[in-house]
Every structure is written in structure tokens, then in C-alpha cells.
T-cell receptor
Framework: GQQVMQIPQYQHVQEGEDFTTYCNSS?????IQWYKQRPGGHPVFLIQ?????EVKKQKRLTFQFGEAKKNSSLHITATQTTDVGTYFC??????????FGGGTRVLVKP | DVKVTQSSRYLVKRTGEKVFLECVQD?????MFWYRQDPGLGLRLIYF???????EKGDIPEGYSVSREKKERFSLILESASTNQTSMYLC?????????????FGDGTRLSIL
């Protein structure tokens, strides 16, 4: 079945630094979604990418969908303590079923 | 704002018990989902439903069943709870669009099976 892998599993970042988390699918996706889960909270939808090569920005967050629609990345610039949490990508291959990656847990050092 | 409400935040049950987890959404969404979340494994889909009385198996349906008698309510049932079903359970809903709509999650139920 479809698999979605995320790396790294953990990301320790100094406040103010940039980092990137990557998402790779075993199959071609029709779209990819990104969610953020704060500690003790539930996943909250951030963004959806649909087109090959698409790039979207939300303030300090930049999301990219690969040309082959099998991978995606999330880049955060000037990390803040409010960025702490786990970031999940979720790919839609067919039907109505999302497959979630294992998540990247982000820890920020002040 | 979409509200997805799960009946319990924390639940402790014993091995062999039949366990019911309830989820209610207030946005008239067609799709509802049950996931379990375990460290390092992300969210794994147990079952989903795209209409009343309809259900589809997800990736890990073994040991679980579901019920959707009303559009707003989706129940997850552990027929005979086992310790390996100790986990965080998340319910989600989304509008029907053939896929690709954001999912809205409840706060989760942390279930411990002793």
C-alpha cells in the first residue's frame, strides 16, 4: 500500500535558525496536505498543494510540492518558540483517504 | 468554526472489555475518520465513512468496528480490548469533494487498556 515517509523524525533548532522537513511518498499523489500539532493538541490543517512544482508561503513557512508529485518539503525561516510542535504531511493518492507521514517533531532552543 | 467533539479525553479500560469511543461533528460533513496516533508512526487510519451507514476499512481495521447511524456521529468500537490497543485515538471530519478537503480533528481520546 501507499507509504509516506517524513525525515527527520526529530529536529532540534536554535531559535532564529532555519530548517527543512521532507516528505516522500511511494506513489504519485494527487495532492498533499500539511498539518501542525502543538504539544497536547490535535492536528490542525496548514495548507494543501495540488500542482506539480507548486510553492506556497505562509509568513515564515514555505511549502513545496515536487515536480513528480511524490515529495514535498516544509521550510521554516527564523524559527520561533511558537513553531514548536509536530508537523505532519499527508498524501492523497486515490479516493478520499489521506496517508499521513510519521511526523517531524520540532524542538526549539531559546 | 468546525467543532469535532470526542466523548472522553482520557479513558481506562480492562483487557477483554468492549469499548465505545464517540465522535460528533457539527458542520454537516459527509466524511468522518478514525485514526490512532502512536509515537513515530504518525496517524494511521482505522476506518472511515463517507455517508450514513457507509464504512470503509482503513489501514489497520483489525480489532475495531465502527457505526454511523447519523450523519453527525461516528463511533469506534473495540470489540474485545487488548493492551496493544492502548493509544491516542483521533476522530476527524471533512466535507465531501472526492478527496482533498482539509480534515478537522477532535481533541483525541487517550485510551489505556490494562
Amino acid at each position: 500500500g501507499q507509504q509516506v515517509m517524513q525525515i527527520p523524525q526529530y529536529q532540534h533548532v536554535q531559535e532564529g535558525e532555519d530548517f527543512t522537513t521532507y516528505c516522500n511518498s511511494s506513489t504519485t499523489l494527487s495532492n498533499i496536505q500539511w498539518y501542525k500539532q502543538r504539544p497536547g493538541g490535535h492536528p490542525v490543517f496548514l495548507i494543501q498543494l495540488v500542482k506539480s512544482g507548486e510553492v506556497k508561503k505562509q509568513k515564515r513557512l514555505t511549502f513545496q510540492f515536487g515536480e513528480a508529485k511524490k515529495n514535498s518539503s516544509l521550510h521554516i525561516t527564523a524559527t520561533q518558540t511558537t513553531d514548536v510542535g509536530t508537523y505532519f504531511c499527508a498524501g492523497l493518492a486515490a479516493g478520499n483517504k489521506l496517508t499521513f507521514g510519521g511526523g517531524t517533531r520540532v524542538l526549539v532552543k531559546p | 468554526d468546525v467543532k469535532v467533539t470526542q466523548s472522553s479525553r482520557y479513558l481506562v479500560k480492562r483487557t477483554g472489555e468492549k469499548v465505545f469511543l464517540e465522535c460528533v461533528q457539527d458542520m454537516d460533513h459527509e466524511n468522518m475518520f478514525w485514526y490512532r496516533q502512536d509515537p513515530g508512526l504518525g496517524l494511521r487510519l482505522i476506518y472511515f465513512s463517507y455517508d450514513v451507514k457507509m464504512k470503509e476499512k482503513g489501514d489497520i481495521p483489525e480489532g475495531y468496528s465502527v457505526s454511523r447511524e447519523k450523519k453527525e456521529r461516528f463511533s469506534l468500537i473495540l470489540e474485545s480490548a487488548s493492551t496493544n490497543q492502548t493509544s491516542m485515538y483521533l476522530c476527524a471530519s471533512s466535507p465531501w469533494s472526492g478527496g482533498g478537503q482539509p480534515q478537522h480533528f477532535g481533541d483525541g481520546t487517550r485510551l489505556s487498556i490494562l
